[in-house]
């Protein structure tokens, strides 16, 4: 099996800093699930999970709204356990060979984002039938994916793995309202232990763009300024870092 480069995930995407307002479903099975594992079918919380013949959990949605987040957060929480998992963005899937998905069934969780980027290749979703196949046979294994399409969209061409990816379960990941962006910043801010004023998170938020992929990355580099200014983040330094007058 050929293994893509080994994957360092953000260590600041955890659920603590996960704000699930909205969301709270959804972040409450992928906690059960990494506590559960690699005895996951033992848990009587995930017994409607243990039931289907296809243990697959698909985070439906559009970009930049916290669907990577959680699978990093999932992850995370099972390499603290020592529990066997593989992270897999599959926006690079171009960059890799087939034989990637080989013996991936024999691990306790297989965490697969971004799986809309293979439809319409026909190779690669037959690759992925055949995987998910596998897991059925195996019933060992969780699969955890994140897509912008859901199972039914004409983009994925091969009408088995349609059918396949609506054998598990499908919650949509919903956009944080303007209190949950604000409390996002707030909680990311305080991991990395900026010192943040209500008067620099008000002007961040209301001139940044609005997704959380954009504000965290903004975030990353004001600490990064901060640190090399020496100096409290501040209205005039998100100033510059945006480059407004």
Request: with cysteine; aromatic share 6%.
């Amino acid at each position: 099996m050929q293994l893509p480069l080994p994957v360092t995930l953000p260590v600041d995407e955890n659920f603590d800093s996960f704000v699930n307002t909205g969301n709270e479903e959804v972040v409450s099975v992928l906690e059960q699930i990494a506590d559960a594992l690699p005895h996951w079918r033992e848990a009587p919380e995930l017994g409607p999970l243990a039931s289907l013949q296809l243990p697959l959990l698909t985070l439906l949605g559009s970009t930049a709204i916290g669907k990577s987040h959680l699978l990093f957060a999932t992850c995370h929480q099972l390499a603290e356990k020592s529990v066997s998992h593989l992270y897999l963005n599959l926006n690079n899937y171009e960059a890799w060979s087939l034989d990637i998905f080989e013996g991936l069934e024999n691990l306790s969780l297989i965490a697969l984002d971004n799986i809309h980027a293979i439809a319409g290749d026909l190779r690669w979703e037959e690759a992925l039938f055949d995987l998910l196949n596998r897991v059925i046979e195996t019933k060992q294994t969780m699969v955890l994916c994140s897509s912008h399409l859901g199972p039914s969209n004409p983009a994925f061409v091969l009408p088995d793995l349609r059918s396949r990816l609506a054998w598990g379960v499908i919650y949509h990941v919903n956009q944080l309202d303007d209190n949950g962006r604000e409390e996002a910043v707030r909680l990311r801010a305080a991991e990395r232990g900026l010192k943040l004023s209500n008067q620099a998170l008000q002007f961040l938020l209301h001139h940044s763009e609005r997704d959380l992929k954009s504000l965290m990355s903004l975030l990353a580099r004001l600490d990064t300024r901060s640190l090399q200014e020496q100096k409290r983040l501040s209205v005039g330094m998100v100033k510059r870092e945006l480059n407004l007058r």
